[in-house]
């Protein structure tokens, strides 16, 4: 099993400015997965991040709003930037099980609040 | 239409009841089919995971697969207070690492 840890674990910001929330992975892995959770909401994929190459974005997310960056195998970073209160949310990263299935290992989460 | 489904809840039983909790899909590829576990402030934790149809059974927990339906549930048997969580049914079609959540069920387990 993969063991992941997010920092920070949540944090108030004030609409407006931007916050970049981390990703860290025991083990290598090829791809890591970006979500996002609303409040009483499902999880919706944001983009997948490829260790060497750019992220690839989901429907109705682009770069400029939420850039991403992989530098290694083991590491992440997802920016919201530009907050506003419509982008309260629980920001989880996840990473595919071993073997390749659809199935997913995820971090704790980032709860974030805008003002 | 969403391409998933889930029963809404919240969802309240007495410790030792059996619960169900289901998901309709409307996606006929979807092949994979998952339930996670999401305790409060806590990310999504891997429950059971179904390749195709059938059953499958892992302690308490039995999850099934009804393509022809494109419908899945699962059960909880001897339901107990740590159940109380939200339950996420997610599918995907291919092998890709892309999968579709329903909303999630709150189930709590009273004692």
């Known amino acids: 099993s993969a063991v992941i840890s997010q920092k920070p674990s949540r944090d108030i910001c004030q609409r407006g400015t931007s916050l970049t929330i981390q990703c860290q992975v025991d083990?290598?892995?090829?791809?890591m997965f970006w979500y996002r959770q609303q409040p009483g909401q499902s999880l919706t994929l944001i983009a997948t991040a490829n260790q060497g190459s750019e992220a690839t974005y989901e429907s109705g997310f682009v770069i400029d709003k939420f850039p991403i960056s992989r530098p290694n195998l083991t590491f992440s970073t997802l920016t919201v930037s530009n907050m506003s209160p419509e982008d309260s949310s629980i920001y989880l990263c996840?990473?595919?099980?071993?073997?390749?299935?659809?199935?997913?290992?995820f971090g704790p989460g980032t709860r974030l609040t805008v003002l | 239409q969403k391409e998933v489904e889930q029963d809404p809840g919240p969802l309240s039983v007495p410790e030792g009841a059996i619960v169900s909790l289901n998901c309709t899909y409307s996606?006929?590829?979807?092949?994979?089919f998952m339930w996670y576990r999401q305790y409060s402030r806590k990310g999504p934790e891997l429950l059971m995971y179904t390749y195709s149809s059938g059953n499958k059974e892992d302690g308490r927990f039995t999850a099934q697969v009804d393509k022809s339906s494109k419908y899945i549930s699962l059960f909880i048997r001897d339901s107990q207070p740590s159940d109380s969580a939200t339950y996420l049914c997610?599918?995907?079609?291919?092998?890709?690492?892309?999968?579709?959540f329903g909303d999630g069920t709150t189930l709590t387990v009273k004692p």
């Open positions: 083990s290598q892995v090829t791809m």
């Open positions: 997610a599918m995907a079609s291919t092998n890709a690492g892309k999968s579709t």
């Open positions: 996606n006929s590829a979807f092949q994979y």
């Open positions: 996840s990473v595919p099980l071993a073997g390749g299935t659809d199935t997913q290992y």
